[in-house]
């Protein structure tokens, strides 16, 4: 994708979602060209790191269970869900990142029903799912994330469980370089202005949020959901694949991921 420039400024929830809609639709493909391999058709891999669903059981067990993917790509996670016995929907903001599933479906003879839609404001009934789950889908990319975890409250019965994972909040105050030059911080922890791609006509073409670990909890508990649990993944030895800023070198020193675990009470 072509960028004019990078701007740290205020982004509103329409430009974000409207800039975001237009990066992964144009990114999709070299996307899963490059990552398709690490997460696999049908894989739940929560984060760079690689730590796995199937070893992690962060969701516990998914048999017979109503699950909700937020933010799916291309359906790894939620393919490899229906795998193991649950009855999933999964959603994307990106039209393109939605053919790439339809695409392994077509290769695997498998079947995830997925939707078009904004995590902000979710296509569905209340309480119609027991678990969701989000491997960095959305929640990064959006303005208001206390608006998504409230529709994920909404969305989930009595009991029901949320887990996501995001970049670690200590990642933004250092530059996003895998090398020697990722660690040494160059910016303050406390600074929440956005991230900001501009294209050659001026607009936004990609927003990334920031929030502070004291951010993330208070989403949460603002929402309505109980946090249970937080998983900061270490990097694994013998791991040597490098993702943006995700290194063995940065990963050895400075966490890349967290990873929420909530419940609706």
Partial sequence: MDVAGID??????????????GWWDGAADEYQAEHGDFLRDSGFVW?????DEADARLLGDVVGRDVLEIGCGAGQCGRWLVGQGARVVAFDLSFRQLQHSHRIDLDSASRLP???????????ADGSFDLSCSAFG??????????????????LRPGGRLVFSVSHPIRWAFPDDPGPAGLTSDRSYFDRSPYVEIGADGEASYVEHHRTMADWVGHIVGSGLVLRGLTEPEWPRGHEREWGGWSPLRGRLLPGTAIFTCVRA
Avoid: W
């Avoid at 984060?47 to 730590?51: K, S």
């Fill in 138 to 155: 959305a929640l990064p990319f959006v303005a208001d994330p206390g608006a998504v975890l409230s529709e994920v409250r909404r969305v």
């Fill in 47 to 51: 984060c760079p790191e690689g730590l």
């Fill in 8 to 21: 740290r400024r205020r982004v509103g929830a329409e430009e974000t979602s409207r800039a975001n809609r």
């Fill in 114 to 124: 997925v939707v078009q839609a904004d995590a902000e404001v979710l296509p569905f």
